[in-house]
């Protein structure tokens, strides 16, 4: 099935695992947050599919637009169906525009374009793509579309599962949508609705759901996470539970995993003089990050299940299934057992109730070490996982057949770290010189590696200026760090500047006792989020992080300093949230040390857990935004 309302197509496994690849409802609907899309609505969605008893389908689907604006009309102007030649064929019935006084003005042949393959930015290539293109005449403020699109899917990516999923979008008005599954009396199918009507009945030798539902069009909160899961959607499958999913996945996977002797041998000699588990697991690692480079190219099955090995080592590329078969098949040659496991790396931290299409990343589980491995994240050293991999549902397939669901590891805040030491000189005329250490670990490390590897050895001086007037301020300066490894998930950043406006009026105002080069990301306040909305409707991430700032600044002996802030300790053991702050003022000198951390369980806060957060967040949010005081005695 290939229907997806919200227009999510998947980059990863599959385009990358999510079979619902089209009905893009308009060429800008993707990056539409509620304010661009509420140009338009859509007026009415019907899909109808029939599925057969070896799992293949017929479907139609129509979709009907209207315009609200001029830039609405622009909006819808454009519709786009995307899907697989090696699965689906599908073509357009009928197309037109419906004038405001009703008349209907068909598209006419040549506006009803199809492209063969896809290419990304990214570099994925995905040559059996096929897109149907179709350009509305005559369409202003008040005009409707219409477009109906016919199918079959002729073949499962796996065996035995026909399985979709439609959430209804956030950021368009829904009049109505309206979905009829026909499916043959006997065979077990799951179907489940959160939100919509779901209704079931006979008719003759099939069985029927209708699924109807609409929506109102609204802003999603900033940093909102489990969004699909959070709208109104309904799902069918014809697996049981995700159990089954991976048992197919698994038989589909072992295919591909065949020990040869090249295999075995390359194996011997990466392993080499490895007597541990731990040892032989890390050398394989890191020479499959050396030596085979991500680039994702589908053809066949390829979305779901990867080249064959001798495919993979000729051409020392592959996308995540096949860098982790290439993985598993070397450890397994060393007699190490591994296997795949399936997750998500969007920003989902909930399984949908049913094994629809959901994942859309594949990487390896060692059970003697109880530990998950990315091998295509290049940039992130052994032992760790990406912070899109982390505190996630997996499905981890054994190849006995006894596949199961666990959750990856989450962070600890006192591994994902940065500790900050500021000092700082202020002048008369309020310029200052700065000299800035920064030391960070686990996420934060390779966050910050991420920055500085973009920096050639002859830029660091002019990116630096950049970052200094980023941040409202004038100034020059130097930077120094370690080389960047991705080896170890430690990274540390030396800064020495001279800052031209540090005070905005030298002669009197306020200032942090700690001032902060802002948009270098590594202070406290700059990690803690938006707490300002009385209310959300989504879940919100909250990583567990620590940062640690300590600071010396040292004024010319012509300012007096009337206030400092106080010392403070807030926290919550229920909420794992602690933050302590010390400032001493020495007579034209403030001196001191803050430190903050949170280390719940989880990577994602629902609603209520924001709620119940908010109020410690913010008088936290209070200490750190209190002001020095400073005035030059001169002036009194």
């Given at each position: 099935?290939?229907?997806?309302?919200?227009?999510?197509?998947?980059?990863?496994?599959?385009?990358?695992?999510?079979?619902?690849?089209?009905?893009?409802?308009?060429?800008?609907?993707?990056?539409?947050?509620?304010?661009?899309?509420?140009?338009?609505?859509?007026?009415?969605?019907?899909l109808k599919v029939n599925v057969h008893q070896d799992l293949t389908n017929e479907w139609e689907q129509t979709l009907e637009h209207e315009?609200?604006?001029?830039?609405?009309?622009?909006?819808?102007?454009?519709?786009?169906?995307?899907?697989?030649?090696?699965?689906?064929?599908?073509?357009?019935?009928?197309?037109?525009?419906?004038?405001?006084?009703?008349?209907?003005?068909?598209?006419?042949?040549?506006?009803?374009?199809?492209?063969?393959?896809?290419?990304?930015?990214?570099?994925?290539?995905?040559?059996?793509?096929?897109?149907?293109?179709?350009?509305?005449?005559?369409?202003?403020?008040?005009?409707?579309?219409?477009?109906?699109?016919?199918?079959?899917?002729?073949?499962?990516?796996?065996?035995?599962?026909?399985?979709?999923?439609?959430?209804?979008?956030?950021?368009?008005?829904?009049?109505?949508?309206h979905a009829r599954l026909e499916i043959p009396q006997g065979m077990d199918f799951q179907v489940q609705g959160q939100g919509m009507a779901?209704?079931?009945?006979?008719?003759?030798?099939?069985?029927?759901?209708?699924?109807?539902?609409?929506?109102?069009?609204?802003?999603?909160?900033?940093?909102?996470?489990?969004?699909?899961?959070?709208?109104?959607?309904?799902?069918?499958?014809?697996?049981?539970?995700?159990?089954?999913?991976?048992?197919?996945?698994?038989?589909?996977?072992?295919?591909?995993?065949?020990?040869?002797?090249?295999?075995?041998?390359?194996?011997?000699?990466?392993?080499?003089?490895?007597?541990?588990?731990?040892?032989?697991?890390?050398?394989?690692?890191?020479?499959?990050?050396?030596?085979?480079?991500?680039?994702?190219?589908?053809?066949?099955?390829?979305?779901?299940?990867?080249?064959?090995?001798?495919?993979?080592?000729?051409?020392?590329?592959?996308?995540?299934?096949?860098?982790?078969?290439?993985?598993?098949?070397?450890?397994?040659?060393?007699?190490?057992?591994?296997?795949?496991?399936?997750?998500?790396?969007?920003?989902?931290?909930?399984?949908?109730?049913?094994?629809?299409?959901?994942?859309?990343?594949?990487?390896?589980?060692?059970?003697?070490?109880?530990?998950?491995?990315?091998?295509?994240?290049?940039?992130?050293?052994?032992?760790?996982?990406?912070?899109?991999?982390?505190?996630?549902?997996?499905?981890?397939?054994?190849?006995?057949?006894?596949?199961?669901?666990?959750?990856?590891?989450?962070?600890?805040?006192?591994?994902?770290?940065?500790?900050?030491?500021?000092?700082?000189?202020?002048?008369?005329?309020?310029?200052?010189?700065?000299?800035?250490?920064?030391?960070?670990?686990?996420?934060?490390?390779?966050?910050?590696?991420?920055?500085?590897?973009?920096?050639?050895?002859?830029?660091?001086?002019?990116?630096?200026?950049?970052?200094?007037?980023?941040?409202?301020?004038?100034?020059?300066?130097?930077?120094?760090?370690?080389?960047?490894?991705?080896?170890?998930?430690?990274?540390?950043?030396?800064?020495?500047?001279?800052?031209?406006?540090?005070?905005?009026?030298?002669?009197?105002?306020?200032?942090?006792?700690?001032?902060?080069?802002?948009?270098?990301?590594?202070?406290?306040?700059?990690?803690?989020?938006?707490?300002?909305?009385?209310?959300?409707?989504?879940?919100?991430?909250?990583?567990?992080?620590?940062?640690?700032?300590?600071?010396?600044?040292?004024?010319?002996?012509?300012?007096e300093l009337l206030r400092v802030p106080k010392s403070v300790q807030i926290s919550s053991d229920a909420l794992a949230i602690r933050f302590?702050?010390?400032?001493?003022?020495?007579?034209?000198?403030?001196?001191?040390?803050?430190?903050?951390?949170?280390?719940?369980?989880?990577?994602?806060?629902?609603?209520?857990?924001?709620?119940?957060?908010?109020?410690?967040?913010?008088?936290?949010?209070?200490?750190?935004?209190?002001?020095?005081?400073?005035?030059?005695?001169?002036?009194?």
């Amino acid at each position: 099935m290939q229907f997806n309302i919200s227009n999510r197509i998947s980059q990863g496994l599959i385009f990358c695992f999510d079979t619902i690849l089209a009905c893009l409802i308009g060429a800008s609907i993707a990056h539409a947050q509620g304010l661009q899309a509420a140009h338009y609505k859509i007026v009415r969605l019907e899909l109808k599919v029939n599925v057969h008893q070896d799992l293949t389908n017929e479907w139609e689907q129509t979709l009907e637009h209207e315009a609200l604006s001029d830039v609405g009309a622009v909006n819808i102007g454009k519709y786009f169906y995307q899907y697989s030649q090696g699965y689906q064929v599908a073509e357009i019935t009928e197309a037109y525009t419906i004038k405001a006084d009703g008349r209907k003005i068909p598209v006419q042949a040549d506006a009803i374009q199809r492209q063969l393959g896809v290419t990304t930015e990214s570099g994925v290539s995905w040559p059996e793509a096929s897109i149907l293109q179709v350009t509305f005449p005559d369409l202003q403020k008040g005009d409707r579309t219409l477009v109906t699109v016919k199918g079959r899917d002729f073949k499962n990516f796996l065996p035995g599962w026909i399985a979709f999923h439609d959430t209804l979008p956030h950021n368009v008005d829904v009049d109505q949508y309206h979905a009829r599954l026909e499916i043959p009396q006997g065979m077990d199918f799951q179907v489940q609705g959160q939100g919509m009507a779901v209704q079931s009945h006979q008719s003759g030798q099939k069985k029927v759901w209708e699924i109807q539902g609409t929506s109102k069009a609204h802003l999603l909160d900033a940093g909102a996470v489990n969004i699909q899961n959070s709208n109104p959607r309904w799902m069918f499958s014809s697996f049981s539970d995700w159990e089954q999913l991976g048992r197919s996945f698994g038989q589909a996977f072992a295919s591909r995993l065949t020990l040869n002797e090249d295999i075995r041998k390359l194996a011997h000699e990466i392993i080499q003089g490895e007597e541990t588990t731990e040892g032989k697991a890390r050398k394989i690692h890191a020479w499959l990050r050396r030596n085979v480079r991500y680039v994702a190219v589908y053809l066949g099955t390829g979305g779901w299940v990867p080249h064959e090995l001798d495919w993979i080592l000729k051409n020392r590329y592959g996308d995540c299934k096949d860098q982790s078969l290439l993985m598993i098949a070397l450890l397994q040659s060393a007699g190490i057992n591994a296997t795949p496991a399936l997750l998500r790396t969007q920003a989902d931290y909930e399984l949908p109730e049913l094994p629809v299409p959901w994942f859309d990343h594949c990487i390896v589980f060692i059970p003697e070490l109880k530990r998950f491995v990315d091998p295509a994240a290049s940039a992130i050293a052994w032992g760790a996982l990406p912070m899109e991999n982390s505190d996630k549902p997996v499905l981890v397939v054994d190849f006995d057949g006894k596949s199961r669901l666990d959750r990856t590891p989450s962070f600890r805040s006192e591994e994902n770290r940065i500790e900050v030491h500021g000092k700082w000189q202020i002048h008369t005329d309020g310029s200052a010189d700065l000299k800035l250490d920064i030391e960070a670990r686990g996420h934060s490390a390779v966050g910050l590696q991420n920055q500085l590897r973009q920096i050639p050895d002859n830029m660091r001086e002019a990116a630096l200026n950049r970052w200094i007037t980023d941040g409202g301020l004038r100034g020059t300066g130097q930077m120094s760090f370690a080389p960047v490894s991705p080896e170890t998930q430690r990274q540390d950043l030396h800064i020495t500047a001279k800052i031209q406006n540090l005070l905005p009026d030298p002669e009197a105002g306020a200032i942090l006792p700690h001032p902060m080069l802002s948009n270098l990301g590594v202070y406290i306040i700059s990690n803690i989020g938006n707490i300002n909305p009385d209310a959300r409707r989504y879940a919100i991430e909250c990583i567990p992080f620590s940062v640690r700032e300590e600071f010396s600044v040292q004024y010319s002996k012509d300012f007096e300093l009337l206030r400092v802030p106080k010392s403070v300790q807030i926290s919550s053991d229920a909420l794992a949230i602690r933050f302590e702050q010390h400032v001493v003022k020495n007579k034209n000198s403030v001196e001191g040390w803050r430190e903050y951390s949170q280390s719940q369980a989880h990577h994602s806060c629902s609603p209520q857990q924001y709620l119940e957060r908010q109020p410690v967040l913010s008088r936290i949010l209070h200490s750190l935004r209190s002001n020095v005081l400073y005035v030059q005695s001169s002036s009194r």
